[in-house]
C-alpha cells in the first residue's frame, strides 16, 4: 500500500490573505486546513473553490477541486477524504451520484481517457486514503 507523501491545498477564492498553498503530510492536518477554510467561506450560499493534489510515495497524483461551503450551511459537506473516494469511485465505476442514470454515467465515463479511469482504479486499491 502506498503510503501519503503529501496533500497541498491551493485555496483558490475567498479572502485575498488566505488564498494560500498549504502542504500537509497526512489526511488530518488536510482536513484541518480545510476546516479552518470553512469558517471564513460563504454562510449564505456559495463557496470557496480549493485546488487539493494528492501525492503518493509511489509518485502517483490525483487532483481535485473542492467547493469549500461554510460549516453552518445545511449542504456543507467538506470531507476532503470523501471527495476524493467519491471521484476515483466514479471513475473506477464503483459508485454513481443517485441523480445519475447508470446510462448517464457510462456517458460521461466515455468520455475520459482510459488512462486516467486506470489510474483512479489503482489509487483506490493500491494507495492510502484517510487515516
Not at 490573505?17 to 482536513?31: G, I, K, W
Not at 510515495?57 to 473516494?85: F, K, Y
Not at 471521484?87 to 468520455?111: N, V, Y
Amino acid at each position: 500500500m502506498s503510503k501519503i507523501k503529501m496533500i497541498s491545498i491551493d485555496r483558490a477564492e475567498g479572502p485575498s490573505d488566505l488564498c494560500v498553498e498549504t502542504r500537509h503530510y497526512d489526511f488530518r492536518s488536510a482536513q484541518v486546513q480545510v476546516n479552518k477554510h470553512a469558517m471564513t467561506s460563504p454562510k449564505n450560499g456559495g463557496y470557496d473553490k480549493h485546488d487539493v493534489t494528492f501525492t503518493w510515495d509511489d509518485g502517483r497524483q490525483w487532483r481535485i477541486r473542492l467547493d469549500v461551503t461554510h460549516p453552518d450551511r445545511e449542504d456543507s459537506d467538506n470531507g476532503i477524504e470523501q471527495a476524493l473516494r467519491r471521484e476515483l469511485g466514479f471513475l473506477a465505476k464503483r459508485w454513481r451520484p443517485a441523480r445519475l442514470t447508470e446510462k448517464q454515467a457510462d456517458a460521461i465515463l466515455s468520455r475520459r481517457e482510459p488512462k486516467m479511469l486506470e489510474l483512479a482504479r489503482s489509487i483506490l486499491d493500491e494507495c492510502e486514503i484517510g487515516g
